[in-house]
């Protein structure tokens, strides 16, 4: 259509009729041999191109003086050229060694037979060419018979894979302003026997990510011993470990039934080696993605998650005042702000991956779903994935993604925050076992007295009648079915601070003198949140 892109293409196979390169026009096409298993590995995305490029090639080089080396040798002499004669010598002490005279002899006499047998070879030619003539015949038609065995297989294979990966210029690979394409051909993979898995990657870095053996981890958590397990996050089983330098960690073992888990170990380690924020978990290293489990290491954030403190084994201690409810509110915002400043989408917020330090400042964890948002689209297509009780509805229906996906799981945290109920559960009303479905009814009937936990003082403080009337109605506009009814992260973080700091009429919201029974920002009704409509960025 005339549109030029600039980005980096790769095809796997043979590409002379291949019919992709008949609808792009590339600067440059380069044609790299790569092994068999790193073009496997790169076909299932479990690497990336560049990965790929610095797994190199096999080169084998054959000198002709191999055979005249060793004879050297044997002699105990040391090979040597002269670039005079444009030969090989033999160097035995300060002396050429005899074998180079001999050989020189033996060079001379066979040019001699060589001229004598001119019209010897002259004849065997001429028979040698009609010969060949027949073999050149067989060989171009069985040539043209494996060339459209090719086609027809590269034909099949485009039909399988229609969305090519096209990288970002991030890569380091993209800086022309069409796409240039690069096809991998196969190559006979070779790797070196005497290294062990264990010490493979060592010394080494992930997308600056510090590489740690397996061992060491298995010794830093005593072999995964089930009492060391500190929860079950989406992608694997997380541990309490100590490393030999001290550090306390906690170590993510991904679970081998999953069939993504490399791209997911990959995923996260890129996001959290790329991005430093206060409220993000920090990411101290990882193993080899070839060893034997796929392991994460983290700083250890001792004091347990968000779920764990509202509904969980932490529940009873009291300690979730609303002024520190209201704090976690802010640092996830915060954090999830950033995220999307940095166009990464998180994909899967919810209290069970908002950890708390021991003063319950945040930590949000478990980036294995999030994606890098591209500056040049609106949406991500992608088949639906999360948790249940956060996902974005539209999310089900049109596979896309994006930033509002986040606002809507961050809408149901609010719920829980003010309400420290769980975002699924059963045992409620079939109408309220969705908590976010059960928060809009309560709103919209005028019954959000119902919905906030007694234990924060709703009856009895002012302030909190207040602060959790006005984040209620936050939550509600971060709930709402359209995603572009729902405000962006960046305005929910201010309209959260704004109520922090009393600012009551925040985003317009007229409050007045609440009773028990009777909220004033409910009185014209349930909520429209004209207000609230914000374009995705």
């Not at 976690?328 to 998180?346: D, K, P, Q, Y």
Request: with cysteine; hydrophobic share 35%; net charge neutral.
């Amino acid at each position: 259509d005339g549109l030029n892109f600039t980005g980096a293409f790769y095809l796997l196979g043979p590409i002379p009729s291949d019919p992709f390169l008949n609808v792009i026009t590339c600067t440059t096409m380069l044609t790299v041999p790569k092994f068999r298993t790193v073009g496997k590995m790169l076909y299932s995305n479990e690497i990336s191109l560049g990965e790929a490029l610095m797994q190199g090639f096999n080169v084998k080089y054959d000198t002709p003086y191999d055979r005249r080396c060793s004879e050297c040798k044997s002699l105990g002499g040391n090979c040597g050229f002269n670039v005079g004669l444009d030969q090989l010598i033999c160097i035995c002490g300060e002396m050429p060694c005899t074998f180079l005279r001999e050989h020189s002899q033996e060079s001379s006499s066979q040019d001699n037979r060589k001229k004598n047998q001119t019209p010897l070879a002259v004849g065997i030619s001429v028979g040698g060419a009609v010969l060949a003539g027949i073999g050149v015949g067989w060989l171009v038609f069985f040539c043209r018979q494996k060339r459209k065995r090719i086609a027809s297989q590269a034909s099949r294979a485009q039909t399988e894979r229609k969305d090519l990966p096209i990288l970002s210029s991030s890569t380091g690979l993209s800086s022309s302003s069409t796409p240039s394409s690069t096809t991998f051909t196969r190559s006979i993979p070779s790797y070196p026997s005497s290294k062990s898995e264990a010490d493979y990657g060592r010394g080494s870095s992930y997308f600056g990510a510090h590489v740690f053996s397996f061992a060491e981890l298995e010794e830093a958590t005593n072999n995964f011993d089930p009492s060391k397990e500190l929860g079950d996050g989406g992608f694997g089983v997380v541990y309490y470990g100590k490393l030999h330098d001290g550090r306390v960690v906690a170590v993510k073992r991904l679970y081998e039934n999953n069939f993504k888990r490399v791209e997911q170990f990959m995923n996260e380690v890129e996001i959290l080696t790329q991005l430093r924020h206060k409220n993000l978990v920090m990411l101290y290293g990882c193993t080899s993605k070839r060893s034997r489990d796929l392991l994460l290491v983290y700083e250890y954030i001792p004091n347990g998650t968000v779920a764990d403190h509202l509904h969980g084994k932490r529940a009873k201690s009291g300690l979730l005042s609303w002024p520190v409810r209201m704090n976690i509110a802010i640092e996830t915002a915060e954090a999830l702000a950033f995220l999307h400043s940095s166009v990464i989408i998180h994909r899967d917020v919810k209290t069970n991956n908002i950890l708390l330090d021991n003063d319950f400042h945040v930590k949000v964890a478990d980036f294995g779903l999030s994606r890098l948002f591209p500056t040049n689209v609106t949406h991500v297509s992608t088949a639906p994935q999360g948790t249940p009780g956060y996902v974005d509805p539209e999310y089900y229906q049109c596979y896309q993604l994006t930033e509002k996906s986040d606002v809507y799981s961050f809408g149901v945290v609010l719920v829980e925050l003010i309400s420290s109920l769980e975002a699924v559960d059963t045992n409620r009303h079939r109408h309220d076992i969705n908590l976010s479905n059960m928060a809009v009814n309560k709103i919209q009937g005028h019954s959000i007295h119902e919905l906030v936990d007694p234990s924060l003082g709703y009856s009895t403080n002012s302030s909190v009648r207040r602060m959790t009337t006005l984040v209620a109605e936050l939550a509600f506009r971060c709930l709402q079915q359209e995603r572009d009814l729902r405000p962006s992260m960046q305005e929910v973080l201010e309209t959260l601070r704004g109520i922090q700091n009393g600012e009551s009429k925040a985003h317009n919201a007229e409050v007045l003198d609440i009773v028990v029974d009777d909220v004033g920002l409910l009185k014209e009704g349930p909520f429209s949140s004209p207000d609230s409509v914000a374009a995705d960025k």
